[in-house]
């Protein structure tokens, strides 16, 4: 890659072509010039309008976030680099222009967007808090500040095999061990509507692949994956060959709350894999026994019917034989070719046969592999839930030991006043009684 092209590159892997790069998203407001509803006003026809008013630069991403009660429309923008998007955002704000089937006139007020990103002491805060509640311990990995989570990677720029894309976990720890030691990673298949570039729509999603995954990397230490935070934070990815054209990926990086890379949880998804695959791989043989056995059926009809048609052209071929050599040998010629005219058919019906039988067998492999994941996912929810009841259960106990000690502290509070009540009483009768000593002796006296 030509480093002077892109000086705030990051190197990912460069066999792949990924490269990080900074981050350039912008907040777009459209408005009324005058305050009139947008009753009228078209959004789509004025994210067109938007991309026009960019040239000749682009957008390589833009959707519409939110339209309330249609006083204003807001969008969020992407550009390929900070320098692209400063020059957009002096061209561009306070520009106004008439939306099309309508007198109104709209204002575009953009302005760049603030990244928001985990910061260190939200996620210190957190697992000082957690540790206490949910009994997690900060010497188990997956129970502490370790787990970095990318999410809406495309599933294709990670995979060995561009005919079924699958992540593959030794591309993120080569890509990832730029910050430091990756203890294990895992992921999870994911299709976020809106959350993709514009570039890589062409990735498609066939046969149920999906189109995303989140990547979970856990780092050997803290430092590590402190680094990898900050190394990550106001990032996109890019995907770059030479003497093509780069396109680029934004994603969204967050940190496990949820003791996803744990050992047990991890082991528990392995066990799960496994069993998934060796169902599908049964019932994937299961399958191709049946369709050979339907094939053998359907070639020995054929041949059959071909002998008896055999049969019968020989039995009027010699039945015709009687009647001269001339009309035999005429025949005979048109008997080979009929044959030779039957067997070309055959091999045409054989070819026809082998490419639909290839793409029934894609398709269902596709459907039991969308069963299988969504199986997967009912798994990994039940799980979910068990293990937020738990958690629910876990709190009603400490917030009925909280009552209790709430309840002991008020009640010994309730005590000692009484007893500083009494103490003070026996104080003033205690005064009083040696007052009363002293005037009967000043009286004696």
């Not at 046969?353 to 969308?370: F, N, S, T, Y």
């Not at 039940?382 to 917030?399: F, P």
């Amino acid at each position: 890659m030509d480093q002077a092209r892109f000086p705030d590159c990051v190197k990912l892997l460069d066999h792949l072509g990924l490269y990080l790069r900074d981050h350039a998203k912008v907040r777009i407001l459209v408005i009324s010039e005058m305050g009139e509803p947008l009753v009228d006003v078209n959004s789509w026809e004025v994210m067109e309008k938007l991309h026009k008013l960019a040239e000749p630069e682009r957008f390589t991403h833009i959707r519409l976030q939110k339209s309330p009660a249609l006083e204003f429309l807001l969008f969020e923008g992407l550009f390929q680099d900070r320098e692209i998007m400063s020059y957009v955002i002096r061209n561009t704000n306070n520009t106004k222009f008439k939306a099309q089937g309508s007198n109104v006139i709209l204002t575009v007020k953009i302005k760049e967007d603030a990244y928001d990103y985990p910061t260190v002491d939200e996620w210190e805060t957190y697992f000082k808090t957690i540790n206490g509640k949910k009994n997690w311990s900060e010497c188990i990995p997956g129970e502490r500040a370790d787990t970095v989570i990318i999410k809406n990677l495309p599933t294709k720029w990670f995979s060995l095999d561009s005919n079924n894309p699958k992540p593959c976990e030794r591309f993120l720890k080569d890509a990832l061990a730029v910050y430091g030691t990756i203890r294990k990673v895992d992921y999870e298949d994911c299709v976020e509507d809106g959350e993709l570039g514009d570039d890589i729509t062409a990735l498609g999603n066939q046969f149920g692949i999906p189109l995303t995954f989140n990547a979970y990397i856990q780092y050997q230490n803290y430092a590590h994956f402190k680094a990898a935070m900050a190394g990550l934070k106001g990032k996109q990815l890019m995907r770059l060959f030479p003497g093509q054209k780069p396109t680029f990926s934004p994603f969204v990086v967050d940190y496990d709350r949820t003791g996803f890379m744990t050992d047990k949880t991890h082991k528990m998804r392995k066990l799960e894999r496994e069993r998934l695959a060796e169902e599908a791989k049964r019932k994937h043989e299961a399958y191709m026994r049946q369709q050979n056995e339907l094939m053998k059926q359907q070639i020995e009809k054929r041949q059959r019917k071909k002998r008896k048609m055999e049969e019968k052209k020989m039995e009027e071929s010699r039945r015709r034989s009687s009647k001269g050599p001339k009309k035999k040998k005429k025949k005979s010629g048109i008997d080979k070719s009929e044959i030779k005219q039957i067997e070309s058919l055959e091999d045409e019906c054989k070819q026809v046969a082998a490419k639909l039988l290839k793409g029934i067998l894609i398709k269902v492999a596709a459907v039991e592999r969308e069963r299988l994941l969504k199986q997967r996912e009912d798994v990994l929810k039940r799980y979910s839930e068990h293990k937020k009841r738990q958690e629910e259960e876990q709190k009603m106990v400490e917030e009925d030991k909280a009552k209790n000690i709430e309840a002991m502290r008020a009640r010994e509070k309730e005590l000692k006043d009484r007893l500083m009540k009494k103490f003070k009483q026996f104080e003033e009768k205690k005064q009083k009684t040696h007052d009363k000593i002293q005037k009967k002796k000043h009286i004696i006296i």
